[in-house]
């Protein structure tokens, strides 16, 4: 296994999924694994419900900022092993071409941010995107990622996108 992955997770407002992904991943990874999330159209302002529900659960949060995935063009991004997009709207986009080649896999999940209504819907599609990447993230990070080829491995990073908790 390869020391550090670095793993990019982008939706379109980079303002909940994204952000929760990220500060998810940087916890579970226990140091093996490096996420930063960007958006193809950000918002500027992270999910307060997103902020609240990170810091209930002791996960990092005090870095994290809706930004724009062009702040990964330049030549001191980092190259990233994995690239898993989480909206619909953002999976069949055209996207900069980051060096590395990662793996790209697509993790379809709502926007908690296009869901109206009183504060306890709000809450609640924030908390149901946050289960689901819980759980795909734990998924992920069981994947014995030196025994799958290229090809294999984007296979098995998509399937994990289609896992539910149970």
Request: aromatic content about 10%.
């Amino acid at each position: 296994m390869k020391n550090t992955y670095n793993v990019l997770f982008l939706c379109n407002r980079n303002s909940a999924r994204s952000i929760m992904a990220e500060s998810l991943l940087n916890r579970m990874g226990e140091g093996h694994f490096k996420a930063w999330s960007a958006g193809a159209r950000p918002s500027g302002v992270v999910n307060p419900h997103a902020l609240q529900l990170l810091r209930e659960h002791d996960l990092p949060s005090q870095a994290l900022h809706s930004k724009h995935w062009s702040e990964f063009e330049t030549p001191q991004a980092p190259v990233f092993d994995f690239i898993i997009t989480l909206c619909d709207k953002v999976s069949g986009e055209a996207r900069p071409d980051w060096p590395g080649h990662g793996v790209s896999a697509h993790w379809s999940i709502e926007d908690p941010a296009e869901v109206f209504g009183d504060e306890a819907a709000c809450r609640e599609a924030v908390h149901h995107a946050f289960r689901l990447l819980t759980h795909r993230i734990g998924i992920f990070l069981s994947l014995p990622f030196s025994h799958f080829d290229h090809m294999a491995l984007h296979e098995e990073v998509t399937r994990v996108g289609s896992e539910r908790p149970g």
